[in-house]
């Protein structure tokens, strides 16, 4: 059975002119633009990564440190924290905003996740906090 990540945090879905795709959001059918969904997976580890976001995407590619910036370990080690922050939060709907924190992340840290998840991980939780003002941990999110 596959693991599966799945960041939908955003309720408010662009459409554009490009291609798009279907997926389900909160039980609904949305088209979303391809360019707004980012996708990993490793058929081996039996994991799939899906951020919904409009604008993260191109966050990734234009503003986000470039891969091999970071090693794998401090993506694995902030990623931890993050995770762990997100997932408290998620679980506490009358404190923080439940649609913000919307899902429960499976992240295990006995499984070896590779750099590109990590990678993208992390750089979606840096975006998150500068695109709706959070803290989710001591460490201020910068690029």
Same mark, same amino acid.
């Given at each position: 059975?596959?693991?599966?990540?799945?960041?939908?945090?955003?309720?408010?879905?662009?459409?554009?002119?490009?291609?798009?795709?279907?997926?389900?959001?909160?039980?609904?059918?949305?088209?979303?633009?391809?360019?707004?969904?980012?996708?990993?997976?490793?058929?081996?580890?039996?994991?799939?990564?899906?951020?919904?976001?409009?604008?993260?995407?191109?966050?990734?590619?234009?503003?986000?440190? *470039?891969?091999?910036?970071?090693?794998?370990?401090?993506?694995?080690?902030?990623?931890?924290?993050?995770?762990?922050?997100?997932?408290?939060?998620?679980?506490? *709907?009358?404190?923080?905003?439940?649609?913000?924190?919307?899902?429960?992340?499976?992240?295990?840290?006995?499984?070896?996740?590779?750099?590109?998840?990590?990678?993208?991980?992390?750089?979606?939780?840096?975006?998150?906090?500068?695109?709706?003002?959070?803290?989710?941990?001591?460490?201020? *999110?910068?690029?």
């Amino acid at each position: 059975m596959k693991n599966l990540f799945k960041l939908s945090l955003s309720l408010l879905l662009f459409m554009s002119c490009g291609s798009s795709q279907t997926v389900m959001v909160d039980g609904e059918e949305k088209k979303v633009p391809e360019e707004d969904i980012v996708k990993f997976s490793n058929e081996q580890l039996e994991y799939d990564i899906i951020i919904i976001e409009p604008g993260f995407n191109t966050w990734l590619n234009s503003m986000a440190r *470039p891969e091999g910036y970071y090693s794998q370990s401090f993506l694995e080690t902030r990623n931890r924290i993050l995770v762990q922050e997100w997932n408290l939060r998620n679980l506490q *709907p009358s404190v923080y905003d439940p649609n913000l924190y919307q899902v429960q992340i499976d992240y295990q840290p006995d499984i070896d996740y590779g750099y590109d998840l990590n990678y993208k991980l992390y750089n979606y939780f840096i975006y998150f906090q500068l695109t709706y003002n959070q803290r989710l941990s001591s460490f201020v *999110p910068r690029i």
